[in-house]
């Protein structure tokens, strides 16, 4: 896929993330002022965020993006970043939000082989989302095809 990363690998992970972090992974800290680097968690997690063609998996919407990005004691990681092609057409309001188009998708790999991937990468780490409960429907529903 192309296109730049916001989080270079080996590089401190911004400030303008670090509530977004914080406040997934330390509830005790939702409400500081200015939380610090020092205050993530040592070791590997994994930020994951999914796009997809709608809102639920139940109703047919399937994955079209996935981004996964490592954090290491800190420091933004490796990347594992892929269109899906879904089989499906997507939803021109999704291309509105999200700026994918059935086009883009053409060729792109299918989610079984995506998710295996995404399984992989992942390993046994924690795992940070933005809508956690949406993302891991949609996981599980393609994991599972």
């Not at 977004?20 to 939702?30: K, M």
């Amino acid at each position: 896929m192309q296109g730049g990363s916001r989080l270079q690998r080996g590089r401190e992970i911004p400030a303008a993330y670090h509530r977004w972090v914080i406040s997934c992974l330390r509830i005790d800290e939702v409400g500081t002022e200015r939380p610090t680097l020092n205050s993530l968690p040592s070791g590997r997690f994994i930020v994951l965020d999914f796009e997809t063609t709608g809102l639920s998996p139940a109703m047919g919407a399937r994955v079209i993006e996935v981004s996964a990005r490592e954090v290491v004691d800190g420091r933004a990681g490796h990347e594992l970043l892929s269109f899906v092609d879904p089989g499906i057409r997507v939803p021109a309001e999704i291309t509105q939000i999200t700026g994918i188009t059935s086009a883009m998708l053409s060729g792109a790999p299918t989610s079984a082989v995506v998710m295996r991937q995404l399984s992989s990468f992942i390993g046994s780490s924690p795992i940070v989302c933005h809508n956690a409960g949406f993302d891991r429907r949609f996981y599980e529903h393609e994991a599972s095809e």
